[in-house]
């Protein structure tokens, strides 16, 4: 996706930097898109609100974080497989 969107993992990677500084987010650097630990991929508890302040106001977003479970169809490299969440406050579980 990051290479349809911006033509290269890296200038995807610069992209998300930018847009987190135009969010607001201090002590936050992005080196990968994948969210992997690297030493120079960082954020705070702030950062992370203000990342998700913003994705919420997509209505697909919202459909997709709270989504209790879903089924990934079958591919040429692996069979269907369902992933649920364990999330206790969508799953209703923390009352």
Do not use: W
């Not at 987010?25 to 690297?38: A, E, I, K, L």
Request: proline residues 4%.
């Amino acid at each position: 996706m990051a290479e349809a969107i911006d033509g290269s993992v890296d200038a995807f990677v610069a992209r998300m930097n930018e847009r987190a500084k135009m969010l607001g987010c201090t002590d936050t650097n992005f080196v990968n898109t994948s969210g992997y630990p690297d030493e120079n991929h960082y954020t705070n508890a702030q950062s992370l609100f203000l990342i998700t302040k913003e994705a919420m106001k997509h209505p697909i977003f919202q459909v997709i974080v709270a989504m209790t479970e879903t089924e990934v169809p079958a591919t040429n490299l692996s069979p269907a497989r369902k992933i649920e969440s364990t999330n206790a406050l969508i799953r209703n579980r923390c009352l």
